[in-house]
Structure formats: C-alpha cells, structure tokens
C-alpha cells in the first residue's frame, strides 16, 4: 500500500462509501501502516470536515450537519451538500460554498494538492477531477452561474433532463466558468 497521504486518505474516503464505519485497527492492516499514521490522516481528514472520528473508529459526516464554515472566494455559508474541499500542498484546508466557487478557487490556487466535493444526490465524496456537473439548470442553489456536481455521468444526466443545464465534465465545467466571468485562458 501507499506511503503517500494523499494516496492513502482517498483510499481512506473511497473505503468509507462502501462500509459506514471502519476501525482503526482495521484501517491500520489494510493500509498496511502505523496505528499513528492512521491517526494523523483522520485527523487532516477530519480537519477538512470530511470524516468524523468515533471511539476507536471513523464514519462520514452527516451531509445534512450544519456547518458555521464560509466559501474562501466570496464568503457565503458552506452548504453541506455543495461543499468543495481543496487542501494545498502546505496543509491549508480551502472550502468553497459550491462547485462554483470550489472551481474558480481551484483555477487561482497553484499549490493544490487534493480537490474533493460531495456528490449532489448521495453526499459521497467525489475526486474533483472524476466530477461531472450540471452548469446552468434551472434550480438555483447557491452562486450563479450555478453548479451542480454529481459522481457519476448518469446521475448527472438524469438530473439534467428534471431541471436543465448542460452536463460537463471538470475540464468542460472550468472552461465555461472562466468565460462567464471573462476570464482569460491561461494556456
Ligand atoms: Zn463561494
Ligand atoms: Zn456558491
């Protein structure tokens, strides 16, 4: 297994999907690391509000928990289900209220060393990169031109077709923000 934490904290999070809650003795032996190690990544983990350490074990937070945190871009309330989690390579946790801003913030930060979000439908936590998002539909949730992000492609078309918009992936997504807010491209 990995020595690298980001590797090792995806894994962590991609685990955590498919069974609530994991030990810590447990995710020790898979990863194959010290009981401390484990601990170290869950606490940056949940440091980014990601996962929520219990009694010798580790679960997702409750998407619908309230959160006091504001957008690092334009300062509004985080909403749970929109969040956009971007961890620099010095450890500087930047949270976005939602994929808007998450993507605007992804495209002036140099130093990125992680980029997740949470999947509109489920709450999962999904790899920025591996996104697919509904720009413009007809529901307006937080910063506009609103996006929406989803897991999978489908999940994104089915939501396409109830409330309009048009289904990007993240280059797709990062391209037309910039234009909409005249930005130039930079390569
Ligand atoms: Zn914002
Ligand atoms: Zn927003």
């Not at 990062?174 to 930079?186: G, I």
């Amino acid at each position: 297994m990995t020595s690298i934490p980001e590797q090792r904290r995806e894994q962590i999070l991609t685990w955590l999907k498919d069974d609530q809650l994991l030990r810590i003795d447990e995710l020790a032996q898979r990863l194959d690391v010290s009981h401390m190690t484990v601990h170290r990544d869950l606490d940056a983990l949940a440091e980014m509000g990601l996962v929520e350490k219990v009694h010798g074990a580790v679960r997702l937070p409750d998407p619908h928990k309230v959160t006091t945190d504001t957008c690092h871009l334009c300062e509004m309330p985080v909403k749970p289900r929109l969040q956009f989690v971007i961890t620099t390579q010095s450890g500087q946790t930047l949270r976005a209220c939602c994929p808007h801003c998450g993507i605007m913030l992804l495209a002036l930060q140099s130093d990125v060393a992680m980029a997740l979000l949470r999947d509109f439908i489920y709450g999962r936590i999904v790899n920025v990169r591996q996104a697919y998002f509904v720009v413009e539909c007809r529901v307006a949730l937080c910063c506009e031109p609103s996006v929406i992000a989803f897991a999978t492609k489908q999940d994104a078309t089915d939501f396409q077709q109830g409330f309009g918009g048009r289904v990007l992936d993240f280059a797709q997504a990062r391209h037309t923000l910039k234009e909409a807010h005249h930005c130039p491209e930079e390569d």
